[in-house]
């Protein structure tokens, strides 16, 4: 389903559905940016909805050598914490695919937050050999929507929602008592496909204030670069319920 100037929009019976046809888009994404540069960029996010989009990436037949793999945020927690978005990806998908270690740009969780933040600026700016002031474009940007209707560690309320300028800081994040270091809109603004993966009966609210309410990035900052025609959600029939 495609609306005017506005996003694409499938709906699934199940999660499982939309992960696999989320999946199959963002490896053809890739897939095509690779016919005319010579490597991709894709970030990804954790928590559970990924999973399955996860499990499915990894068991595709797609030669990952040329993509390099970077975070849209991260908990400020080492590697190998079970709240690391890093370890959850790392375990399904970019071990079991093989993806070399040199295209993996993981955000250094186990330092200060600042620290993290810097490094992972700096990796940034290194790879898309970025002048100053520039903004990364990554060829493909996987997000997810909480219930709350925050999406990478930018949440409702946050001063973060209106930096059009930065790439990525550390955010101290109340409601879950954590830093956590986050890309910023105006990264979210520039890339060139952004995919958004949703699935659970508690995102319905949130879903619909998102794709149907009037903007306001600030209580919902999820709309964030997800209303227009580079979007594409894929989503499950529980979150949608309203729309």
């Not at 929009?9 to 989320?22: F, G, I, S, T």
């Not at 009966?201 to 149907?212: F, S």
Request: glycine share 6%; hydrophobic share 40%.
């Amino acid at each position: 389903m495609n609306t005017a100037n506005g996003p694409e929009l499938h709906v699934y019976e199940d999660p499982q559905q939309a992960a696999r046809d989320c999946s199959q888009y963002i490896l053809s994404s890739l897939g095509e940016v690779l016919k005319s540069q010579g490597n991709a960029a894709l970030a990804i996010s954790g928590g559970s909805t990924p999973k399955p989009l996860f499990s499915e990436m990894a068991k595709a037949s797609f030669d990952w050598s040329k993509t390099h793999i970077f975070w849209v945020d991260e908990r400020c927690v080492p590697p190998d914490n079970d709240e690391s978005n890093y370890k959850l990806a790392n375990a399904l998908f970019l071990a079991p695919a093989a993806i070399p270690a040199g295209n993996i740009h993981r955000i250094y969780g186990e330092l200060p937050p600042p620290e993290a933040a810097r490094r992972y600026v700096e990796d940034i700016k290194a790879f898309f050999q970025l002048r100053e002031g520039e903004l990364p474009v990554f060829d493909v940007l996987h997000r997810g929507i909480g219930p709350d209707a925050h999406t990478a560690s930018l949440f409702p309320g946050s001063h973060l929602v209106e930096d059009r300028t930065g790439i990525a800081t550390n955010v101290w994040v109340e409601k879950m008592k954590m830093d956590r270091v986050t890309l910023l809109p105006g990264v979210l603004f520039a890339a060139k496909r952004t995919v958004l993966l949703v699935s659970g009966a508690d995102k319905v609210d949130a879903m619909y204030n998102v794709l149907e309410g009037p903007q306001n990035f600030l209580k919902y900052p999820c709309q964030i670069a997800s209303r227009d025609n580079r979007a594409v959600w894929y989503m499950d029939k529980a979150s949608t319920a309203k729309l």
